[in-house]
């Protein structure tokens, strides 16, 4: 099982670990080197001790589904990663360079700095886009430079392939990013359009040119919503040096409404290039913050009318019928467990586009404190993934087509009807509980959820061990 922490000296999926570089919230980056062979590389672990947020793991198994489809000098080179049942892990290229963070020592950096770099950012965030990725996590930290010159875009824990499922957004209500680059569109919920980089790059231009940041570093959701109706001090009113295209640039990146941000990176990099061919309009030449009662206004207007929803933002996303599988890890006999599987295998030779979402509940404890690891250390979010891909297996479902979800809850039935509801599952598949004293006693979750789901419900049952009548 994955060890909660790494030590200098060890031997990791053939690679030896040597320095630790790097402590962040939700991962470790450690130097590896291939054991017994030459060239050094970045090896980047999940952080899985007691107390740790269930999103880190959903972020890393995110980054080890995306970081082997990406290419070009502008992300790591994937080299390797490794299995949650043994040690989850990515081996990368390391960048010779370092990231644009310790740059905020020294803000406000001179004009043709932020151009420069804002330039380069804008490039590489080209690449990305054409690769159909949103990296949703712009910001200073997550951006190096090579040598040679070209931006590198790292961490890709929070970002979104549009091929591939997503999972943050399955899994978790409440928006993920970093506070002062949040794109109005990414609080409320939407992972989907590239242009939430714009505005991220946006915040980071006018940080970089005033040393000031746009909407300040908001702790709470109240504090980010207030980007909606709440426009920044224009860059000119800070720093006199910024010439006007500039700030054209920059307040046109921070439009509430992606439709009035530039619509690709492309547009974004010429204007950055081409400083004297900027159109300058109302936003190049605003001297303060608008009034009081034009954000009153603002505010009170519906949200539909502040945020777009571009029909074409995520039309190459693939659409499949979602599959929920609902699996009890702990009381399933092994008969019920393949019969589930069975189920699922008929289900999914119907459809070559059907997605396959593998629950499990990690249920909580009403009153007593619950842990993260169990009695032998090991994650317990980890243990359940990696039963859930071990019971997934003989379905051979390819990658892109199936998930792993670990939710946590106090009411497991309750947790797989809201799962469904807010990820528009079609069809639910789950065992029926094999003791019918059991069932007697404690209540059917499969009866529940039969009766209450927005979709279709298939409740399996042993029929060798239970010959009661079926629950749905």
């Keep these: 099982m994955a060890k909660a922490r790494l030590e200098a000296g060890a031997l990791v999926g053939g690679y030896r670990v040597k320095e630790l570089l790097h402590t962040g919230g939700m991962a470790r980056l450690w130097t590896v080197t291939?054991?017994?062979?030459?060239?050094?590389?970045?090896?980047?672990?999940?952080?899985?001790?007691?107390?740790?947020?269930?999103?880190?793991?959903?972020?890393?198994?995110?980054?080890?589904?995306?970081?082997?489809?990406?290419?070009?000098p502008h992300v790591p080179r994937y080299i390797a990663s490794g299995d949650f049942?043994?040690?989850?892990?990515?081996?990368?290229?390391?960048?010779?360079?370092?990231?644009?963070?310790?740059?905020?020592?020294?803000?406000?950096?001179?004009?043709?700095e932020v151009t420069e770099l804002g330039r380069k950012i804008a490039l590489a965030l080209e690449a990305l886009h054409r690769q159909r990725v949103v990296h949703l996590d712009i910001k200073p930290s997550n951006i190096m430079i090579r040598p040679t010159g070209e931006a590198v875009l790292v961490d890709f824990g929070l970002s979104r392939h549009l091929d591939l499922p997503d999972l943050m957004a399955e899994e978790f209500r409440l928006p993920y990013?970093?506070?002062?680059?949040?794109?109005?569109?990414?609080?409320?919920?939407?992972?989907?359009?590239?242009?939430?980089?714009?505005?991220?790059?946006?915040?980071?231009?006018?940080?970089?040119?005033?040393?000031?940041?746009?909407?300040g570093d908001p702790p709470r959701l109240k504090g980010l919503k207030r980007r909606l109706w709440w426009d920044p001090v224009p860059p000119r009113a800070l720093n006199k040096e910024v010439p006007l295209w500039l700030q054209e640039i920059i307040l046109r990146c921070l439009e509430v409404n992606a439709s009035r941000r530039y619509p690709n990176a492309q547009q974004l990099l010429f204007d950055l290039t081409h400083p004297s061919e900027v159109r300058l309009t109302k936003r190049a030449h605003k001297e303060k913050?608008?009034?009081?009662?034009?954000?009153?206004?603002?505010?009170?207007?519906?949200?539909?009318?502040?945020?777009?929803?571009?029909?074409?933002?995520?039309?190459?996303?693939?659409q499949?019928?979602?599959?929920?599988?609902?699996?009890?890890?702990?009381?399933?006999?092994?008969?019920?467990?393949?019969?589930?599987?069975?189920?699922?295998?008929?289900?999914?030779?119907?459809?070559?586009?059907?997605?396959?979402?593998?629950?499990?509940?990690?249920?909580?404890?009403?009153?007593?404190?619950?842990?993260?690891?169990?009695?032998?250390?090991?994650?317990?979010?980890v243990a359940r993934i990696v039963q859930l891909k071990d019971w997934a297996r003989?379905?051979?479902?390819?990658?892109?087509?199936?998930?792993?979800?670990?939710?946590?809850?106090?009411?497991?039935?309750?947790?797989?009807?809201?799962?469904?509801?807010?990820?528009t599952v079609d069809h639910i598949v789950m065992g029926a509980r094999d003791n019918s004293t059991m069932r007697k006693l404690?209540?059917?979750?499969?009866?529940r959820v039969a009766s209450e789901a927005p979709c279709t419900v298939t409740v399996v049952r042993n029929r060798k061990d239970d010959q009661d009548a079926p629950e749905s």
């Design 442 to 447: 404690l209540g059917s979750v499969s009866a």
């Design 289 to 318: 913050q608008d009034g009081f009662f034009v954000r009153l206004r603002r505010k009170s207007e519906p949200l539909d009318s502040l945020i777009d929803h571009p029909q074409d933002a995520s039309a190459g996303l693939a």
């Design 85 to 112: 049942s043994v040690q989850p892990f990515i081996v990368m290229e390391r960048i010779e360079g370092e990231s644009l963070l310790p740059k905020l020592a020294n803000l406000p950096l001179p004009v043709a």
């Design 177 to 215: 990013g970093t506070a002062p680059y949040m794109a109005p569109e990414q609080i409320l919920g939407q992972r989907h359009d590239a242009r939430s980089d714009f505005f991220a790059l946006g915040a980071l231009l006018y940080f970089f040119a005033t040393g000031e940041r746009p909407f």
């Design 34 to 72: 291939p054991d017994g062979g030459e060239g050094e590389y970045l090896m980047k672990v999940p952080v899985l001790q007691e107390g740790e947020d269930p999103a880190s793991i959903v972020g890393f198994e995110m980054e080890q589904m995306i970081m082997p489809r990406l290419k070009g």
């Design 394 to 423: 003989p379905l051979d479902v390819a990658q892109a087509q199936v998930s792993f979800h670990v939710l946590e809850a106090i009411d497991p039935a309750e947790a797989i009807l809201e799962y469904a509801r807010e990820n």
């Design 320 to 381: 499949a019928p979602i599959v929920a599988v609902a699996i009890d890890l702990g009381t399933m006999s092994p008969e019920l467990s393949e019969a589930v599987r069975q189920t699922v295998k008929r289900i999914v030779e119907r459809s070559t586009e059907i997605r396959v979402a593998c629950l499990n509940i990690l249920k909580l404890k009403r009153l007593a404190l619950d842990t993260t690891l169990d009695e032998e250390g090991n994650n317990k979010h």
